[in-house]
């Protein structure tokens, strides 16, 4: 099996070789020809005709001049032809693609290049396409963003506007009870402000991570040990485990961040009772934490969108338990800074894991 030639710069040295050759060729068969000619013509002539040698000299120098001049001629059209040949196999692919930036950059963004071959120019191509494909998904995530905003804000402002009204009209007394309500309904609409505002943070360019040499362990320990209360007030049984020392580069608070986001979303939906599972470890050379809970678990229709932007399995569920649906989006764009990956298994009514690897 031959060896593929994909660099763009040896293409091109490939066909200026040629091209020369090309000249080089036409001009030796031109002057081998031609002088092949005159001298024949010559021979023809002195039969005919004493010739003496100043009249030789002066058609020899008339056979290389013409030769040099049909030389020039076929190598000026053959370096035309083989250069618009050349030209148009390389500028085609690039005209395409300023065509499809010009649509791009007029909001176009299914627009697509054909890409065709294996060297730079082919990889400029896909990555066009690449960068059409995730401008698409940003724009979609964008609208969907903007939906989910007013449909997240709208339920807690419509409330406090009922209730406002009603007290305003009479229909109801400003009872301790009804103003407690109002209060839980701003209290909500300032967690939803709030998470918005984290993950915008973690999603800004500019966001930048602190790391350091850490023991993974003893930062579980610091994080879950805070939440304990928590685990007793509902009633459940918290297993830690740990390998020993798990060192890794990370940013230490935001690690506490994702560990209490999870952590917490495992206590909601784990009925009084049940066990969660936090172990420090290292899986396949990576430093590795997973949260287990014996919760209620997640449909697997629904696993592959729980790190979505307020997505929710179900509604009133999530509503109840006080969420915005932005702390799984957060936890992933934070593993993520750190260049790790997040993975969810779950299996409906016996709980869910969650699997969190770093460099």
């Known amino acids: 099996m031959g060896v593929q030639i994909k660099s763009l710069y040896f293409r091109i040295v490939l066909a200026c070789t040629l091209i020369a050759s090309g000249v080089l060729i036409a001009a030796a068969i031109t002057l081998v020809y031609q002088t092949h000619m005159h001298f024949l013509e010559y021979q023809t002539q002195v039969q005919d005709v004493k010739m003496n ?43 395409q693609m300023r065509r499809t930036a010009e649509h791009m950059s007029k909001g176009d963004l299914t627009t697509r290049n054909e890409v065709k071959g294996h060297d730079e120019i082919a990889d400029l191509g896909h990555s066009l396409n690449h960068l059409a494909e995730q401008l698409q998904r940003q724009e979609t995530l964008r609208k969907h963003m903007t939906a989910d905003v007013a449909h997240e804000l709208r339920t807690p402002l419509a409330t406090l506007k009922s209730h406002i009204e009603a007290m305003i009209d009479g229909v109801w007394e400003p009872s301790h009870e009804r103003l407690i309500s109002c209060y839980e309904e701003v209290n909500r609409l300032g967690v939803i402000v709030g998470d918005l505002e984290q993950l915008a943070a973690v999603e800004s360019p500019n966001f930048k991570l602190n790391v350091d040499e850490e023991d993974m362990s003893e930062l579980v320990n610091i994080s879950i040990e805070s939440l304990r209360p928590f685990v007793e007030q509902k ?40 066990t969660v599972t936090v172990v420090s470890c290292v899986r396949n050379g990576k430093p590795t934490l997973m949260i287990q809970d014996t919760g209620i678990g997640i449909d697997q229709a629904d696993l592959p969108y729980i790190f979505e932007r307020f997505y929710r399995t179900e509604k009133s569920r999530a509503r109840a338990s006080g969420g915005s649906g932005l702390g799984l989006t957060i936890v992933k764009r934070l593993v993520e800074n750190h260049g790790g990956s997040i993975e969810a298994k779950s299996v409906k009514g016996e709980g869910t894991r969650i699997v969190i690897q770093f460099p």
């Open 235 to 274: 009633g459940l049984t918290l297993i830690l485990q740990s390998e020993g020392q798990v060192m890794a580069r990370v940013d230490k608070h935001r690690i506490g961040q994702i560990l209490t986001n999870v952590f917490m979303n495992a206590l909601k939906f784990t009925p009084t009772g049940g």
């Open 53 to 95: 040698a100043g009249m030789l000299d002066d058609h020899f120098e008339m056979a290389l001049n013409q030769t040099i001049l049909w030389t020039s001629v076929v190598g000026l059209l053959l370096i035309f032809i083989i250069s618009s040949v050349v030209a148009r196999r390389i500028s085609a692919p690039l005209i």
